[in-house]
């Protein structure tokens, strides 16, 4: 049992084990509003959450029969770069060559960067007689978002739970993808009510696992460790965690150099050095130089060994994909020179389809 003021909130309708003494359960529908339920560290998330059987879920379930595998990425603290990584990983699974068709939902609803990470900001959702209408990124990698439907990117979504899990399970039932090989699912940071929708709507339709997104430092390896229980109690399989951030790594070629006087006034003299290189030392400029920015010990790969989970691998720090990102664009495609980072992510995804075709 975890101490008072974690909560243990089992979706699947059981009492949690530190509930209050005559706990309804967590699916009756006087569930967080009984009096037994005051003061219970639970009481919120029961109140909001769904009760009883969902009709709904039936037509989830129909909808998500064209899909072949679905991974949810996750992270316990927000900032870490799992959206990044929820884009790569769709643009990667979409690449030519691969004969793959891609969906990407993102179901962070309070910060959905999504549509500006994949070059569809400003785009608008359609609906037909078979549902919504994803937007395209290609013919083969369609995206759905809450961003969509704002009128403004930066127009705020001040919503309770009960409506954004409402929205949740409209993306899911309503949006036509057709016949997927795979759906990515972006989710908010931490292990909030939309997670527990997400997890329960999906959990008839054979999740074939979770991504957990972490950077290394021990702030952050904290929540991730909330986010790997969450999933062993909800039963999500935990495919792997990926340490995104994982130091800073450039080519040297691409380094800007700069001399700082004793009074502390800085001179660019990139030219200088890159040229003095290029005379008495050319075969370093194409290699990288590394720096750790977090010195930590372990980092995620230990965790994950001391939680029982796989590591997927590590993702350097690379300007050249921040700006991929930032531009919409794949860290993959030709000219994005995203050396650094993607022959990591590359590696990582690999392993997961890996995973994910292996159990078929």
Request: with cysteine; hydrophobic share 40%.
């Amino acid at each position: 049992m975890q101490n008072g003021s974690e909560t243990e909130l089992d979706v699947r309708g059981e009492v949690p084990q530190n509930a209050n003494e005559h706990c309804p359960g967590t699916e009756a529908e006087e569930a967080g509003k009984a009096a037994s339920c005051e003061g219970c560290p639970n009481q919120e998330v029961c109140a909001t959450a769904p009760k009883g059987p969902d009709p709904d879920l039936a037509a989830i379930a129909d909808r998500m029969s064209s899909v072949k595998h679905k991974v949810v990425v996750l992270s316990g603290k927000g900032g870490v770069g799992k959206s990044t990584f929820s884009a790569q990983l769709a643009f990667a699974l979409a690449a030519p060559g691969q004969d793959k068709q891609v969906g990407l939902l993102d179901v962070d609803l309070c910060g959905p960067s999504i549509p500006r990470m994949v070059g569809l900001e400003g785009q608008e959702i359609h609906q037909s007689n078979l549902g919504w209408s994803p937007v395209y990124v290609e013919d083969n990698l369609a995206v759905m978002s809450i961003g969509f439907l704002l009128p403004k990117s930066d127009n705020p979504v001040i919503w309770r739970g009960p409506r954004k899990n409402g929205l949740i399970k409209q993306f899911l039932r309503d949006v036509y993808w057709g016949d997927l090989d795979y759906l990515v699912v972006d989710t908010p940071p931490g292990t909030s009510d939309e997670h527990i929708s997400i997890m329960q709507y999906l959990g008839a339709t054979n999740v074939d696992g979770a991504v957990i997104v972490t950077t290394p430092q021990e702030v952050s390896l904290l929540d991730v460790r909330k986010e790997i229980n969450f999933c062993k109690t909800v039963g999500i399989p935990v495919l792997g965690v990926v340490e995104n951030m994982s130091g800073l790594q450039q080519k040297i070629g691409s380094l800007n150099f700069r001399a700082v006087g004793e009074d502390g006034e800085e001179k660019d003299v990139t030219d200088y050095a890159l040229e003095e290189l290029r005379k008495h030392a050319p075969h370093l400029l194409p290699m990288f130089a590394h720096m750790e920015i977090f010195h930590v010990g372990g980092g995620a790969e230990k965790m994950a060994k001391d939680m029982g989970v796989p590591f997927l691998g590590r993702v350097p720090m690379d300007p050249k994909l921040g700006k991929a990102a930032e531009e919409g664009r794949s860290c993959f495609a030709e000219g994005s020179d995203c050396t650094a980072s993607a022959i990591a992510l590359q590696r990582i995804i690999k392993n997961i389809v890996q995973k994910v075709e292996s159990k078929k």
